[in-house]
Every structure is written in structure tokens, then in C-alpha cells.
């Protein structure tokens, strides 16, 4: 059974940091697109950053040159990289496997999600 398993939401202050991790235990992601989603208090799901097999990364605007995307092909897992966090990036985080499709992405697995709270 394919699992991701997600680490390193909480509470952060506004300008701050913070890292998020997503392994996925005895998988190895290799064709396939990594990335994170964020669903907002009371809001749909929405695209954050993604990451292609090869280190194509792709972010939504809002968060171009705050956050950066990673992901480690050998031992498997997608990470993010939030700098200068501000309240609207409070949301529950998503690690998500998917395939690319044009413009979008056909999702595949989804984690559990963490919580991200950015508040002073």
C-alpha cells in the first residue's frame, strides 16, 4: 500500500520559516510528477508547487520566490521550502504523486496533509 507520509507543519510567525517533508516509505516515485497542494480555512484545494523526475519545478504565483520545491529521487520524498510566510499561507499542506497532464496534473496519492498556521 502506497503511503506519503508528511512532517514539519505548525505554528510559525509571520516572515518566518518553515520546512515540510514527505517520504514515501518503499517507493520511489520515478515518472511521476511530486508536489504539494494547500486547502485553505473554508477554501477549495489549490496547487502550490510541483516537481517533475527530472527538477522541473512549477509554482503557483502566489508563492513564486518564497517557496522553493525539492525532491530526492534515490531515497524517495518531496520537500518544501516556505520562506517569509505570511497568514494567507495558513493552510493544511498536501504531498501529492501525479502525473502531468497539459497545464494540470491527474493526482494519484494523496498524504494525510499537516497543518501550517501562520499567526504572531
Known amino acids: 500500500q502506497v503511503q506519503l507520509v508528511e512532517s514539519g507543519g505548525g505554528l510559525v510567525q509571520p516572515g518566518g520559516s518553515q520546512r515540510l517533508s514527505c517520504t514515501t516509505p518503499?517507493?520511489?516515485?520515478?515518472?511521476?510528477?511530486m508536489g504539494w497542494y494547500r486547502q485553505p480555512p473554508g477554501k477549495q484545494r489549490e496547487w502550490v508547487a510541483m516537481?517533475?523526475?527530472?527538477?522541473?519545478?512549477n509554482y503557483t504565483d502566489s508563492v513564486k520566490g518564497r517557496f522553493t520545491i525539492s525532491r530526492d529521487n534515490i531515497e524517495g520524498g518531496v520537500y518544501l521550502q516556505m520562506n517569509n510566510v505570511k497568514p494567507e499561507d495558513t493552510a493544511v499542506y498536501y504531498c501529492?504523486?501525479?502525473?502531468?497532464?497539459?497545464?494540470?496534473?491527474?493526482?494519484?496519492?494523496w498524504g494525510q496533509g499537516t497543518q501550517v498556521t501562520v499567526s504572531s
Open positions: 516537481i517533475s523526475s527530472s527538477g522541473i519545478t
Open positions: 518503499g517507493h520511489i516515485f520515478v515518472i511521476y510528477d
Open positions: 501529492t504523486v501525479a502525473l502531468r497532464r497539459g497545464s494540470t496534473w491527474a493526482n494519484v496519492y
